[in-house]
């Protein structure tokens, strides 16, 4: 199976453009998220989605929309990107369960550049 | 709010020796802890992982990592380190809520010299 496949790969987009950050698993996972990791500062949650139809605010979500319309595909969207957005971003799912240990899995990654 | 501390920002190490990295995390509740590996231009891929059981857990490529509640910690270890483990190591715990998100430490930046 492919697991979590993303993309692009990487992308320079120029500042004011907006960019859709596609995301798709293939495990049936019913929750998923999309992180933002910059140098020194790890991984940070920008919006997540627990199942189809229902979306979260993470830490970071300003900037940022997302949109869950059926349980394989998440994606991110930047309205009027800027350069503080220039990061790598990260998608991950979660299978839903009332127990841990609540691992979750990552594609691999999109390199963005605002300009 | 949750948060994760990796004290140590870049390690080096020559093959063969030790490695403990240290990670500590802030919430005293139930907790579910992994460390997780990002090789140079890859994606993040899960070393090991605790939630309940035994505090000493093993994970891949000869990974373990100890559960100390009492001082809040989860540290990594590995008893000799390969030029192969060269990457970032990001120890993460589940925050309880409805998000289940995980917070993330800074990483912990390992050079091994053949």
């Known amino acids: 199976t492919a697991g979590i496949t993303q993309a692009p790969t990487s992308q320079i987009l120029a500042a004011g453009r907006s960019m859709t950050l596609r995301c798709t698993q293939d495990m049936r996972h019913n929750a998923m998220y999309w992180y933002r990791q910059d140098l020194g500062l790890g991984l940070r949650l920008i919006h997540y989605?627990?199942?189809?139809?229902?979306?979260g605010k993470g830490e970071v979500p300003d900037g940022y929309s997302v949109s869950r319309a059926n349980t394989d595909d998440f994606p991110l969207t930047l309205a009027s990107a800027v350069p503080s957005q220039t990061s790598v971003y990260f998608c991950?799912?979660?299978?839903?369960?009332?127990?841990?240990?609540?691992?979750?899995?990552f594609g691999p990654g999109t390199r963005l550049t605002v300009t | 709010a949750q948060s994760v501390s990796q004290h140590n920002h870049h390690v080096i190490l020559s093959e063969a020796a030790s490695l403990e990295l240290g990670c500590n995390y802030s919430?005293?509740?139930?907790?579910?802890l992994f460390w997780y590996v990002q090789y140079p231009g890859q994606h993040l891929q899960l070393l090991l992982k605790y939630f309940s059981g035994d505090p000493l857990v093993k994970g891949i490529k000869g990974f373990e990592a100890e559960f100390i509640k009492s001082k809040f910690s989860f540290n990594l270890r590995k008893p000799s380190v390969q030029w192969s483990d060269t990457a970032e190591y990001f120890c993460a715990v589940t925050q309880m809520d409805s998000s289940y998100k995980l917070i993330f430490g800074s990483g912990t930046r390992l050079l091994v010299r053949p």
């Open positions: 989605s627990n199942t189809a139809g229902t979306t």
């Open positions: 919430y005293g509740g139930t907790v579910n």
């Open positions: 991950a799912s979660r299978p839903w369960g009332d127990s841990g240990p609540y691992e979750q899995y």
